[in-house]
């Protein structure tokens, strides 16, 4: 089993920046392919991104390309979702997960969430 615990969620302004954290333990490795998902209230769960075991390679939606950073630090067992320019449109409650199967992808572990609340 694994514990996934986000923090660092709040209310910022339009154009303002947000750093979320998700801390790791349990039994389990803490190099597992990570992802941060989102969801808003009234709508369907939206992928942001992922980052590889290592950290070394990483992924994200379009909508936030460019503006969203994901980082890991390993010897902290903690992965982090840097948000610079944040819109309206990123209010939701922002998860990590953790990527258990890869051929389907599935996320079999998840944190409590953490709201991000995006003012204009």
């Known amino acids: 089993q694994m514990q996934l615990v986000e923090s660092g969620g709040g209310l910022v302004q339009a154009g303002g920046s947000l750093r979320l954290s998700c801390a790791i333990s349990?039994?389990?490795?803490?190099?597992?392919?990570m992802g941060w998902v989102r969801q808003a209230p009234g709508k369907e769960r939206e992928f942001v991104g992922t980052?590889?075991?290592?950290?070394?390679?990483?992924y994200y939606a379009d909508s936030v390309k460019g503006r969203f950073t994901i980082s890991r630090d390993n010897a902290k067992n903690t992965v982090y979702l840097q948000m610079n320019s944040l819109k309206p449109e990123d209010t939701a409650v922002y998860y990590c997960?953790?990527?258990?199967?890869?051929?389907?992808?599935?996320?079999?572990?998840w944190g409590q969430g953490t709201q991000v609340t995006v003012s204009s």
């Open positions: 349990g039994r389990s490795s803490s190099t597992y392919p």
């Open positions: 980052s590889s075991g290592s950290g070394a390679f990483t």
């Open positions: 997960a953790a990527q258990t199967s890869v051929a389907p992808r599935e996320y079999g572990y």
